[in-house]
């Protein structure tokens, strides 16, 4: 059986190196990429796909949302999340989203490989580290740290909020209305014991959450 591999990234260096891992494997063939969402869709409609490699730091729409909007429409395909981000700051929340496996991109080449042939064959792929969160997550939340608790999108409007966007520029990026955006950020700081924009930002600093 051929794995047919799409790789999403905006990064045209992270695309190439991918290529060169996964392409040169026997029973892997890379499909097509793309660098943001309106052409991974566009791609995905026409290309028949087995595994997305997907960065969740794409352009024009959050990782998390691709992966929904993408699980909806091919619900068939396996989706295999590539981040720069640790482990700990977003592999549940991929996988809670619909992702067969979470990888970050200092991963070995080998682990690619096993992970693309893992998920191909309707497979969870993740390491012992996420494995171990995964089992504390569904035992019990209270070792959570306080951004862990935060839906996506409270998640997200923190990390938007500590990257220095306005409201209103966050209801933008999100497609939301600014009212909305308040109130994600009002439950955000209740729900972390945060008292302002300043206390948010230094903790999302503090836990590198924001580049």
Same mark, same amino acid.
Request: charged share 25%.
């Given at each position: ?69 993408? /699980? ?20 549940? /929340? ?16 080998? /682990? ?23 089992? =504390? ?19 997200? =409007? ?21 009212? =909305? ?19 948010? =930002? ?10």
């Amino acid at each position: 059986m051929t794995i047919r591999v799409i790789i999403a990234d905006d990064h045209a260096v992270v695309r190439k190196g991918m290529r060169l891992i996964a392409g040169d494997q026997p029973g892997i063939t890379m499909c097509g990429e793309a660098g943001d969402y309106g052409e991974l869709m566009h791609l995905l409609r026409k290309e028949p796909c087995d595994v997305l490699l997907l960065d969740i730091g794409m352009p024009g729409k959050n990782g998390i949302d691709i992966l929904k909007l993408v /699980r909806e429409s091919f619900p068939k395909m396996a989706v295999l999340i590539l981040s720069m981000y640790p482990e700990d700051q977003y592999a549940l /929340r991929a996988l809670k989203a619909g992702a067969a496996g979470y990888l970050t991109k200092d991963s070995a080449p080998d /682990r690619l490989v096993e992970a693309i042939q893992a998920v191909a064959k309707g497979r969870r792929y993740i390491t012992p580290n996420v494995a171990e969160m995964l089992a =504390t997550h569904l035992a019990d939340d209270h070792d959570l740290r306080p951004h862990e608790r935060l839906s996506d999108r409270e998640f997200q =409007t923190m990390r938007l909020i500590a990257s220095g966007q306005q409201l209103s520029q966050i209801a933008e990026t999100l497609s939301l209305s600014p009212k =909305t955006v308040s109130v994600y950020r009002a439950r955000l700081l209740e729900k972390m014991g945060l008292k302002n924009n300043s206390e948010i =930002t230094h903790y999302a600093i503090k836990n590198g959450l924001v580049e």
